[in-house]
C-alpha cells in the first residue's frame, strides 16, 4: 500500500456503519469509503452548496423549507456539471485500491453516493440560511 493510500485511510478515520456477512460489496464500500468521505468533507460540500445557490439566480433563501429540500435534491440530480463536480470532491479521496473497485460498479455507487449526499444537505438545510 502505498503513502498516499495509508495516509487517506488514516485521515478518514474508522469505517461508519455496520457490515455483516449478508452485506453486498457496495454497501461494504459505502461503509467503509463513502461515508467516512462524505463526513470529512461534509464542510466544503456546505460551502460548495452555499456557492452553487449564489450563483444559481434562485431566491433560494425565501423559499420553504419543502422547496428547499426540493431544490437541494434537483440541484444535485439535474445539474450534471455540479454533481460531476460533488464526485470528484468525494472521487478525491479514494486510494487506488477504492478507486479500481468504484469503476467496477461507477453508476450504483454513484447513486448511493449522490442519495447520500443529498440526505446529508436536506438534513443541514438550517445551515442555508442567509448571511449578513
Known sequence: MSAR????????????????????????FQNQTLRPILKLQNDLFIEVFRNYIAKSKT?????????????IEHSIQRDIKFRNSLKGIVIGLFTVEEYNRYIQNSSDLNKRMMSMLIERLKNQVQLFELQF
Not at 420553504?64 to 431544490?71: G, I, S
Open 5 to 28: 493510500d495509508q495516509f487517506l485511510r488514516d485521515f478518514r478515520g474508522e469505517m461508519i456503519g455496520t457490515v455483516t456477512p449478508q452485506s453486498s460489496a457496495d454497501e461494504f
Open 59 to 71: 431566491d433560494f433563501y425565501n423559499f420553504n423549507v419543502e422547496k428547499k429540500l426540493t431544490f
